[in-house]
């Protein structure tokens, strides 16, 4: 997936972030830019995101009325 999932926050422009989360996690410079993208997404459309205490889930209803989460 190469298409910027929002804006850019803020927060993926800092380099320092962007770093820690790939050192923290394992991962490129670019899935740690895409990770913070997805969380802003995520706190813009639902205004939570999941920490080790909180689980988020969605529900997602395809093409077909079916009913996932």
Known sequence: MT???APE???AANAD???WL???THCSEYAARQEIRL???QQVA???VP???RVVTERLVGKSRAIQI
Do not use: I, R, Y
């Open 9 to 11: 926050p803020a927060e």
């Open 17 to 19: 972030v962007v770093d």
């Open 51 to 53: 920490t080790q205490n």
């Open 3 to 5: 298409e910027a999932l």
């Open 22 to 24: 790939a050192a923290e």
């Open 46 to 48: 639902v205004d939570v």
């Open 39 to 41: 969380f802003a997404a």
